[in-house]
């Protein structure tokens, strides 16, 4: 059973930095990519960032030049670096996976439960 574990959501000033981190367990052969995406109240859940394994990343045009994602192989993490955030950026946060769990087999998906980010003085 793959499991998804975001954290480091909270409450933050505009132009303020948070970090979320998002812990990957379970059994798996490899993953082919990784991504955040973002739902605002009301809204639909919108894609924010992706990496692939190669290490290529890609921006919704909304964060470019202000959120990073990266991989942290050594603590099983997706991370998110979330600078000069705006009330706009407020939101459920939520990392997704694509894996096999064998090599040449299946493509499987899976999604952590979200964390809360909140922009707002």
């Known amino acids: 059973q793959v499991q998804l574990v975001e954290s480091g959501g909270g409450l933050v000033q505009p132009g303020g930095s948070l970090r979320l981190s998002c812990e990957v367990s379970?059994?798996?052969?490899?993953?082919?990519?990784m991504a955040w995406y973002r739902q605002a109240p009301g809204q639909q859940r919108e894609w924010v960032a992706s990496?692939?394994?190669?290490?290529?990343?890609n921006y919704a045009d909304s964060v470019k030049g202000r959120f990073r994602i990266f991989r942290d192989n050594a603590k099983n993490t997706v991370n998110l670096d979330m600078n000069n955030l705006r009330s706009e950026d407020t939101g459920v946060y939520y990392c997704?996976?694509?894996?096999?769990?064998?090599?040449?087999?299946?493509?499987?998906?899976?999604w952590g439960q979200g964390t809360q980010v909140t922009v707002s003085s």
């Open positions: 990496m692939v394994s190669g290490g290529a990343t």
């Open positions: 379970g059994r798996i052969f490899r993953i082919s990519s």
């Open positions: 997704t996976i694509t894996y096999r769990i064998v090599n040449g087999g299946t493509r499987r998906d899976a």
